[in-house]
């Protein structure tokens, strides 16, 4: 049940009333949301659990321009009236009681209002941001495409006029051959002054007589070959040319492997496995069952099913007396002490736990994100909301398809904000 304050001072003038409302726990208003310190025209509200404060005015204010201020234990109003006159009291005395009803749930209507519509318009202003930044990025990317192809145009051109300077020198090269009266009249020329290697035999045939040495190649051979020599481009000088190609190394499944990380985490299992505490080997009064950690976590377990969180403590305590280096005993202890609201203890073994669950590997991934949630969750119940939001952004970072925990991540970062 909540406590009334009712030692509040005031002041006036005709313009503006002053307020100071004393709270004890004012301290912790800072890190609640705008909610619990709010006016309407009428209506003015202060909630820090277990004190309220709640006041229907005397007459109206410009719930606009007055402000609010927490120092020194108190909460100080400024509230400015909307017709300049002194009011006989603070609130609105012997009034009926249907109209305070109505004017309470009014303000309240306008809070829940006013803040939807600040939630929309946020919203509108992040899709507005967002599509923004996409028209951004689609006008670069076609800027960028745009650069590419007038560059592949212009190379496409450049070789193109290439090729057509090539076939016109190549057909002027022809002409200048097929013009020239000198090569005609010198094929001419050899031609007629060929000596006549044909003899008589006696059977009257004519036969050639084969020309052999230097003197079977004639001048107008050697011209023909001169003209072609020089047509035909002379090859290129051979030559070596060196290439250094950078290094490069590209990621293959081997190298983003865990593998010493992986075999780590499974020595150090296999060790906590075979670690027996020496009290707990002396303990004679408990049977080979309860000397087992492995029973007494299914024990305890079962027992947090049925909502026995005190008893699953006592089997997670004895299970870590006989083996302090499994993290999924200080896991489920965390688990009982946030039930039990004892907050300190959960963020304790929490903490414990992912001191336990190292190296990360995939093995141990769903562990350690129980872990941070399990602590942030019990940082934002002692209102340490940006402590809490490390650790689930940290989880979230180890598992980032979880929708629930993004959501969570998302409340606090609204709270956070609504705060500042």
């Not at 609640?32 to 005015?57: G, H, Q």
């Not at 290439?243 to 983003?256: D, H």
Request: charged share 40%.
């Amino acid at each position: 049940m909540p406590l009334w304050v009712r030692d509040y001072r005031w002041e006036q003038t005709p313009e503006a009333v002053y307020l100071a409302v004393p709270v004890r726990a004012a301290g912790t208003l800072r890190r609640r949301r705008r909610a619990d310190v709010f006016c309407t025209e009428r209506y003015l509200k202060v909630n820090s659990p277990p004190f309220l404060f709640e006041a229907i005015l005397y007459a109206p204010i410009d719930d606009v321009r007055s402000t609010a201020k927490i120092e020194n234990g108190s909460v100080f109003f400024t509230l400015y009236k909307k017709e300049s006159a002194m009011w006989e009291s603070l609130v609105m005395e012997n009034g009926d009681k249907e109209e305070m009803q109505r004017i309470r749930e009014d303000a309240v209507r306008k809070v829940q209002e006013n803040a939807k519509a600040e939630v929309e318009a946020k919203a509108a202003e992040k899709r507005d941001r967002t599509r923004f930044a996409l028209d951004a990025l689609i006008k670069l990317e076609e800027a960028e495409r745009k650069r590419i192809e007038d560059q592949k145009e212009q190379e496409r051109k450049k070789a193109t006029e290439e090729i057509e300077k090539w076939k016109e020198l190549d057909e002027k090269q022809k002409e200048m051959q097929g013009s020239d009266p000198s090569h005609h009249e010198s094929k001419k020329a050899l031609e007629k002054n060929k000596p006549d290697n044909r003899r008589m035999k006696p059977s009257g045939r004519e036969t050639s007589i084969p020309d052999s040495g230097k003197g079977a190649r004639n001048s107008g051979d050697i011209f023909l070959e001169k003209v072609k020599e020089e047509s035909i481009p002379a090859p290129r000088p051979r030559g070596t040319i060196e290439i250094n190609f950078t290094p490069r190394e590209f990621p293959t499944a081997l190298r983003e492997s865990r593998v010493p990380e992986e075999e780590e985490w499974l020595r150090k299992q296999a060790e906590a496995r075979r670690i027996i505490d020496a009290d707990a080997a002396e303990m004679e009064d408990l049977t080979e069952e309860e000397k087992n950690p492995d029973w007494l976590k299914d024990k305890g377990n079962k027992l947090f099913e049925m909502g026995n969180y005190l008893a699953a403590i006592n089997a997670y305590n004895l299970a870590i007396r006989i083996n302090n280096k499994l993290p999924a005993l200080y896991l489920n202890r965390a688990a009982c002490h946030l039930r039990l609201r004892n907050l300190h203890k959960a963020i304790e073994d929490s903490s414990k736990a992912l001191d336990l669950l190292t190296p990360p590997v995939p093995d141990n991934a769903p562990a350690r994100v129980k872990a941070h949630v399990r602590r942030g969750a019990a940082f934002c119940e002692l209102e340490l909301y940006a402590e809490g939001l490390q650790d689930f952004l940290a989880a979230l970072k180890i598992d980032s398809t979880n929708k629930k925990i993004e959501e969570d991540a998302e409340k606090i970062r609204h709270i956070i904000q609504g705060n500042d």
